[in-house]
């Protein structure tokens, strides 16, 4: 029903910058919240930022000051740029969508995944 396809992941040295992107498809008729979460090798998934339909973002604590999530609502896209990236970023992150769909039912849907590894 709703389809999310992740880009951007990648290697990068420490202190250097990734930008990931999600773009949402399919039977969509609102999008309320948008975000991203990440999970490290042998740990849980974990939130990253999210933002609400309506440009609120929350953040968790370790990427605030250096993440910056943006949203177009026209699009269904979302984008997280990542700056002064560390080695404790490395993870894999997931893109995630709360979605009302065209049948006016709630749904979570998640990208396939996109590994950021942050190595000198």
């Known amino acids: 029903q709703v389809q999310l396809v992740e880009s951007g992941g990648g290697l990068v040295q420490p202190g250097g910058s990734l930008r990931l992107s999600c773009a949402a498809s399919?039977?969509?008729?609102?999008?309320?919240?948008m975000g991203w979460y990440r999970q490290a090798p042998g740990k849980q998934r974990d939130l990253v930022a999210t933002?609400?339909?309506?440009?609120?973002?929350t953040y968790t604590d370790s990427v605030k000051g250096r993440f910056t999530l943006s949203r177009d609502n026209t699009k269904n896209t979302v984008s997280l740029q990542m700056a002064s990236l560390k080695p404790e970023d490395t993870a894999v992150y997931y893109c995630?969508?709360?979605?009302?769909?065209?049948?006016?039912?709630?749904?979570?849907?998640w990208g396939q995944g996109t590994l950021v590894t942050v190595s000198s």
């Open positions: 995630y969508v709360w979605a009302t769909t065209t049948r006016h039912t709630d749904l979570y849907a």
């Open positions: 399919g039977s969509i008729f609102r999008i309320n919240t």
């Open positions: 933002m609400t339909s309506n440009g609120v973002a």
